[in-house]
């Protein structure tokens, strides 16, 4: 058992099962760039304190990035028997330099070690997803922006009920992203807090600076209270919740891309690239991207469950479950990536049939609430005025004619009050103009807004 940093107490080696078990490296070896860093920052303040000399650290230091450049270079060799990431790379040091390496964890216990390590690491991971949704976004504004004014059919109840306008469906969708990004930050800001020198729960009897190692590694602050510090993963709860609900939003996109590029639809093309083929339907052109994005929305909402359910009921303070923790959350931050990536890259690609759009908006009888408005405003009280509408609809359906496609002695069957301007307000484009305001779907709105979201991009 001498292989074990805790071999001493020990009278029997460990069970080859259990050591399999309860070993972590498979999956943590992942972090060992901020396992190095977080132990630099660590070495570089107990010389400071002065339980180590300035010697020692820069042996330690250049020992740690011997190790580090094996690993990039593929090199090291990890051992399970060494269980984890932490203790992989301490027992190397020590092989490394000797007995020097065995100082590195004075003052520090793998329960806080661990705790940084992740946190370091989310924090990166985080910058980056923000990077790869800021380009989603941006894409989505640009697409809004240059379809301002093409007209589709919005729907309720996926049923046609109003002209829109394409740029303001695709903004809409930049709206649950904004939110995303939001939550983002705000998550990234409780994860920027370290736990060094929390130690194994009760902190160190050691004159360690945490002020300084916090500094050292860019977190904003020591966390408060050595217990909670190494026990805490609502960082890891709210990424996987951030990511849920991000995930939700590209699953509704998804949803929509899907449909609209069936042969029912038929409202936007997607390039080849982005799709593929069957190996019996000679055919067909499958919209597998945004299909597989939908689909996966399932393992990041497990990842969240996994997670708090890991979570509840653990005593104070760093249980073993917590080594739970990585699994889901690092695979939530890869399919995350994936994910934003994929629709990164395609929504730009995204070809609009606007004509296809346009004829779809005038089926249905989408302009049937302007007519509504239309004998509201010459003074009929909105119910019956709905009632009129109503029975012009249902004329419309027994003679195949849209609203648009009435005569105006057709209309006027159902209301004397209805005269020749009627016309304006039952095409497509009088209907978008007409809701011009803040949050409507009027082209100048569109435009307006796509450039609003477009310079709030550009401020991140
Ligand atoms: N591999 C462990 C984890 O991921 C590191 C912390 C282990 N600490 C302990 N006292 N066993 O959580």
């Known amino acids: 058992n001498s292989i074990k940093p805790w071999g001493g107490r020990f009278s029997e080696a460990t069970d080859a099962f259990v050591e399999r078990f309860t070993a972590s490296v498979n999956f943590d070896q992942r972090l060992y760039h901020h396992d190095i860093n977080g132990s630099i920052a660590h070495a570089t303040m107990l010389a400071k304190v002065g339980v180590l000399t300035e010697a020692e650290r820069e042996q330690i230091i250049e020992g740690l990035e011997a190790i580090r450049a094996e690993i990039v270079a593929g090199k090291f060799q990890w051992s399970v028997q060494l269980e984890d990431v932490h203790m992989n790379i301490e027992s190397a040091l020590t092989a490394r330099i000797g007995i020097t390496g065995k100082k590195l964890h004075t003052g520090r216990s793998r329960n806080d070690q661990v705790a940084t390590d992740i946190r370091l690491y989310l924090r990166d991971e985080i910058d980056a997803v923000a990077k790869e949704l800021t380009r989603l976004q941006q894409g ?107 995930m939700t939003h590209l699953s509704r996109a998804s949803e929509e891309l899907v449909l609209w590029t069936s042969a029912q639809f038929n ?33 990041v909402n497990g990842h969240l469950i996994a997670l708090l359910t890991l979570m509840k009921s653990q005593p104070l303070a760093y249980n073993k479950d917590n080594q739970e923790d990585k699994e889901p959350l690092f695979d939530a931050i890869d399919t995350v990536k994936d994910c934003l990536r994929a629709f990164a890259d395609m929504i730009p690609a995204i070809q609009p049939s606007k004509d296809v759009m346009y004829e779809a908006a005038k089926r249905g009888f989408s302009t049937a609430t302007d007519l509504a408005d239309y004998l509201v405003r010459k003074g009929v009280a909105f119910r019956d005025a709905h009632e009129i509408v109503g029975k012009s609809v249902a004329y419309g359906i027994d003679s195949g004619k849209d609203l648009s496609e009435m005569s105006l002695e057709e209309l006027r069957q159902f209301s004397n009050t209805i005269e020749q301007d009627v016309f304006n307000v039952l095409t497509l484009e009088g209907s978008v103009a007409a809701r011009n305001h803040i949050g409507g779907t009027a082209p100048a709105q569109v435009t307006a807004a796509s450039e609003r979201a477009a310079q709030k991009l550009s401020r991140r």
């Open 140 to 246: 989505l504004v640009e697409l809004a922006r240059t379809n301002a004014s093409t007209i589709m059919p919005g729907f309720t109840h996926l049923q046609t009920a109003q002209p829109v306008t394409f740029g303001h469906h695709l903004l809409a969708w930049n709206e649950m992203l904004e939110r995303d990004y939001q939550r983002l930050m705000d998550c990234r800001k409780r994860a920027n807090q370290s736990p060094l020198g929390a130690a194994a729960l009760a902190g160190t009897t050691y004159p360690i600076d945490r002020a300084y190692t916090a500094q050292l590694l860019g977190f904003e602050a020591p966390t408060e209270n050595s217990l909670d510090s190494v026990s805490d993963r609502d960082f890891a709860i709210e990424f996987c919740a951030f990511a849920s609900l991000l």
């Open 267 to 299: 409202f936007i093309n997607l390039p080849d690239r982005f799709c593929t083929g069957s190996s019996i339907m000679p055919q067909k052109k499958n919209p597998d991207v945004p299909e597989l994005v939908r689909g996966k929305t399932g393992r």
